[in-house]
């Protein structure tokens, strides 16, 4: 399963792990309703996220059901039974593995994200002039890789900016639009430091390798990497802290999931960002 | 405009050769005729290249501008502070750039405040370091500092059954409590 945004099951209390299971086999069963049991391997954590805080905001009902899990040891796992927001995490979750197999083709890593919390006309609540509005911000991004911009913040801003307007779409979700953007923001970054070894390999845009390339040397690719990921260690810290600190503030408009959300963002995206930062 | 040193990747003491290495590099990665194929992609290279250009401009003529006397600055630097309390950072951010002498902690200390309040962290904190380093006596600079520098090392599990530690209670954006500290110590007027 793919994706950066997800709890630390650790320290979650057992009522939200079994919550949030129920929310990741609710999408997980409604992929396989709609387009077939093979499409449960597109299931992501980060759509599972998104499907998560959406409902946060939702006042629809939320109504828990069963189902068979077709893995061993195959049990009847409890799920949320499809509402929008989970509808809007299969889409998602579609959209965002189709285009992970593109990205091997495209050989551009943004398209792997982008798309993915592209908000399409489906379930009819989202405005199709979010293509237009979304459209130029994806032609931007396209730019700064083609003309390689040595700058991670710059390029990091504009996949903020898609989250955001896709936020200002779906109804009652508007409170998180800042919350989203410094989410989006987080996971660009930290995908470009997670793939900077490979990205370099492979000769891929990597807006950290070209911010640092003038240290950079062929046969010193991992002192290379850490010397990067230590000059970097202190904004990624600062901009967790900036989601956290955004957290706080639009917690007590959440009607539920709300320790669930806590969980992500105070145990679990710190501890994948500590991950990232510590592995060459 | 915005910030013409953050639009050609500059710090803000960099010397004319500085500032012409950066304007060199930029226009290689931008420059319009990288980008004839699509029109889309020649439209953005066209902007971002009128803004790399205004920036270089800008930073160009602005070094060759008279001396400003000490007087002066420390009106502006009063000022700053008004503009960083209301919230109108891009002002005062055009006042800091008038200011030469930049033999003072307090530029470096405001800009650093400024960069924390955009969100630019690691810039933040590199500013507010060097104007403690500079005044190490200076509690507001000391203040800012240690708050910059705990942020920085703790996002750790500091969540405690609901409740805010005193050390993420703290780190709500070291600006805010920076400015705080500007409002008791702010020159033109208030407590």
Known sequence: MTGYVKPDLDELKVKDLKLYNAYYCGICTALSK?????SRVLLSYDATFIAILLDAFSDEERIFGKSHCPLPPFQKKRVVVENHSVSFGVEISRLSTR??????????????????????????????????????????????????SPNPDEISDVFGEIMRTMAKTIDKIQPAELFLYLIGKWVYLIDALDDISNDIKRKVYNPYFLKYEKFFSEDGLEKFIAFVKKNEEPSMRFLISRVQE???SIESEMTKNSQLIKNVVFYGMPKITSKILKCS | MRDP?????????????EIRAAYRDLVKRYHPDKFQSNPDMLKLAEEKM??????????????????????DDASIYAQVRQKIQSGALYEAEDLLIKILDKSNPEWYFLNGIIYAQRGWYNKAHEYIKHAHEMRPDNQEYAQAYKTVERASKSYGPVYTGGQMDEGTACLSCCATLACADLCCNCMGGGC
Request: net charge neutral; hydrophobic share 40%; proline share 3%.
């Open chain 1, 34 to 38: 709609k387009y077939g049991p093979l």
């Open chain 1, 99 to 148: 285009l992970k197999m593109d990205d091997i083709t495209r050989d551009s890593k943004f398209f792997k994200r982008i798309l993915a919390y592209l908000a399409i006309p489906i379930l009819g609540r989202v405005d199709i002039s979010l293509m237009e509005s979304v459209k130029p911000m994806i032609n931007k991004m396209i730019f700064f890789e083609l003309a390689k």
């Open chain 1, 246 to 248: 955004e957290f706080s």
């Open chain 2, 5 to 17: 040193y953050e639009i050609l990747g500059v710090r803000k003491d960099a010397s004319k050769d």
């Open chain 2, 50 to 71: 009128k803004e790399v250009n205004e920036a270089y401009n800008y930073l160009i003529n602005h070094a060759d501008e008279g001396i400003s006397y000490s007087t």
